[in-house]
């Protein structure tokens, strides 16, 4: 029998918990000294599976001249209605019952890009695995915060830690 695939949040944040400015930008950071691709390539080659929330395709198309994720399933969660593209499927589905459908596929990880919002609405409904989030040592603020303040309990088991220069990457799994 097959491992279950895992939804895996790969981000990065400010120090003070924000994965963007008020305007979306991530010039700060881009400012920040790194190592490599700070640990990207190894991930990537974990997952075939990637979900994301409109506003994060939105900001992808504006700001990255040829689509990053072409050799990957690529699904983009909106609450309105847009013609799938050869990268892209736009979906606005229950959450849950899309996951599971997608766990039940074969293949590697999911990687769960963003925002803010969706990932909310994952971590409501139980369906993130791991959290790989890589905290760059900035403090801008505000913005658009990582986690949206709820009631939501999650208990979590650090698998380790890494350093790229000036980013240090956290990587927790979730207790069940």
Not at 69 to 94: A, G, H, L, M, P
């Amino acid at each position: 029998m097959s491992q279950r695939r895992k939804i895996v949040l790969f981000i990065a944040s400010s120090l003070d918990g924000y994965i963007a400015s008020k305007d979306e930008s991530l010039e700060w950071l881009f400012k920040v000294e790194g190592e490599g691709d700070n640990g990207f390539t190894e991930f990537y080659q974990t997952i075939d599976t990637i979900i994301m929330g409109k506003r994060t395709y939105d900001w992808i198309i504006k700001e990255i001249e040829d689509f990053p994720y072409e050799t990957k399933e690529c699904y983009v969660y909106t609450r309105s209605s847009y013609q799938d593209t050869e990268n892209v499927k736009f979906i606005n589905e229950d959450i849950h019952h899309f996951v599971n459908n997608l766990r039940k596929k074969e293949g590697n990880n999911i990687w769960l890009v963003g925002g803010g919002e969706l990932l909310d609405s994952f971590i409501q409904e139980d369906l993130v695995d791991e959290f790989i989030i890589t905290v760059a040592p900035t403090i801008i603020g505000n913005g658009i915060p990582l986690f949206k303040e709820s009631n939501h309990y999650v208990e979590l088991s650090l698998k380790g830690t890494r350093n790229f220069n000036q980013f240090t990457e956290l990587h927790f799994e979730v207790k069940r």
